[in-house]
């Protein structure tokens, strides 16, 4: 079992930054890859980033390169998503996930622990 708990979500403007926190505990071997999704009103979850927990090599959708930097703190169990450079259509529910190492990291279903989502409002 892998429990996941994010923060840090909130109200910004255009061009300003946030950072999201999740806080991982649980099974290790189900938390080896960790990545940030998002779903926005009317749309569907979509990938944004993805960190491999032991050796933390990064993963990112091309709309977020650049201007979101995923990292982790091995000591804390707690991965964070820094973004940059904000856009309104940044704006939507955020969640954090979990999964093995076997698999796409940018596939949804293969991620099988998810976080309760943190509300991401850009206005412009």
């Known amino acids: 079992q892998v429990q996941l708990v994010e923060s840090g979500g909130g109200l910004v403007q255009a061009g300003d930054s946030l950072r999201l926190s999740c806080a991982a505990s649980?099974?290790?071997?189900?938390?080896?890859?960790t990545g940030w999704f998002r779903q926005a009103p009317g749309k569907e979850r979509e990938f944004v980033a993805a960190?491999?927990?032991?050796?933390?090599?990064?993963y990112y959708a091309d709309s977020v390169k650049g201007r979101f930097t995923i990292s982790r703190d091995n000591a804390k169990n707690t991965m964070y998503l820094q973004m940059n450079s904000l856009k309104p259509e940044d704006t939507a529910v955020y969640y954090c996930?979990?999964?093995?190492?076997?698999?796409?990291?940018?596939?949804?279903?293969?991620?099988?622990?998810w976080g309760q989502g943190t509300q991401v409002t850009v206005s412009s």
């Open positions: 649980g099974r290790t071997g189900s938390r080896a890859v």
């Open positions: 996930a979990s999964k093995g190492v076997m698999g796409s990291m940018t596939l949804m279903l293969n991620y099988g622990y």
């Open positions: 960190i491999i927990w032991s050796g933390g090599s990064t």
